[in-house]
Nanobody, 129 residues
Framework: QVQLVESGGGLVQPGGSLRLSCAAS????????VGWFRQAPGKEREGVSCISSSGSGQYFADSVKGRFTISRDNAKNTVYLQMDSLKPEDTAVYYCATDCSGALYGSATVITTRARWGWGQGTQVTVSS
């Protein structure tokens, strides 16, 4: 069965950290660029970060730049999102998807995806004191 499974979310205080994992089954993640996206209540899903298939290319939304890092372990067929210095506005359901790309529109980095293999169930991140 082809699927993406996100995990690692939870409740954390402002300034805290979490590491999210995106695991794939039924296909090999290292063939694809993989991105993280999030959707807060009442808002549209937005791109957070994207990593190329080799790991050498990385994009971050301006809102998370300097706080989040993305990495991949192709041997484990998994992509990670390390989130530090978390803020309440980071609260959202986080999803991963393949075939992402990043582009600069004016001064803003925009991350999109074709989501070839669809979306997982997501993992909830809540930042609150």
């Amino acid at each position: 069965q082809v699927q993406l499974v996100e995990s690692g979310g939870g409740l954390v205080q402002p300034g805290g950290s979490l590491r999210l994992s995106c695991a794939a089954s039924g296909f090999t993640l290292d063939d694809y660029a993989v991105g993280w996206f999030r959707q807060a209540p009442g808002k549209e899903r937005e791109g957070v970060s994207c990593i190329s298939s080799s790991g050498s290319g990385q994009y971050f939304a301006d809102s998370v730049k300097g706080r989040f890092t993305i990495s991949r372990d192709n041997a484990k067929n998994t992509v990670y999102l390390q989130m530090d210095s978390l803020k309440p506005e980071d609260t959202a359901v986080y999803y991963c998807a393949t075939d992402c790309s990043g582009a600069l529109y004016g001064s803003a980095t925009v991350i999109t995806t074709r989501a070839r293999w669809g979306w997982g169930q997501g993992t909830q991140v809540t930042v609150s004191s």
